[in-house]
């Protein structure tokens, strides 16, 4: 139902934009996330943004990268600058829904590769 787009190759030094789309409306949305997976690695939190628009980065990539949300178009991108070889990763967009019950949706995976 996530349908998440923008990887690629691209030299270190360099930017990416990461888009994730929802193919249907989803309503109650709580957390919109990237996720990435490097290989031989567990899936780790990039950065996060709430309903109510606080945001959160692993350290890795504070100040490097930003996380924005459109509520209306449930859409999250993540904008990638300045990237490092260990930004090399399978990249997930996540979202959180809650109202009666919990529902939680993962994206497809792009793969982003940083060239040294």
């Given at each position: ?10 030299q270190a030094?360099g930017?990416l934009?990461?888009s994730?789309?929802?193919s249907?409306?989803?309503s ?10 490097a290989?031989?690695k567990?899936?780790?939190l990039?950065?996060?943004?709430t ?8 350290d890795?990539?504070k ?6 949300r459109d ?9 990638m600058?300045s ?9 997930y967009?996540?979202i959180v829904?809650?109202?009666?019950r919990?529902?939680?949706y993962w994206?497809?995976?792009?793969l ?5």
């Amino acid at each position: 139902q996530l349908q998440a787009s923008g990887g690629g190759l691209v030299q270190a030094g360099g930017s990416l934009r990461l888009s994730c789309a929802a193919s249907a409306r989803i309503s109650a949305i709580r957390f919109m996330a990237w996720y990435r997976q490097a290989p031989g690695k567990q899936r780790e939190l990039v950065a996060g943004v709430t309903g109510g628009g606080s945001t959160n980065y692993a350290d890795s990539v504070k100040g490097r990268f930003t996380i924005s949300r459109d509520n209306a178009k449930n859409t999250v991108t993540l904008q990638m600058n300045s990237l490092k070889p260990e930004d090399t990763a399978v990249y997930y967009c996540n979202i959180v829904a809650s109202s009666i019950r919990r529902y939680e949706y993962w994206g497809q995976g792009t793969l982003v590769t940083v060239s040294s």
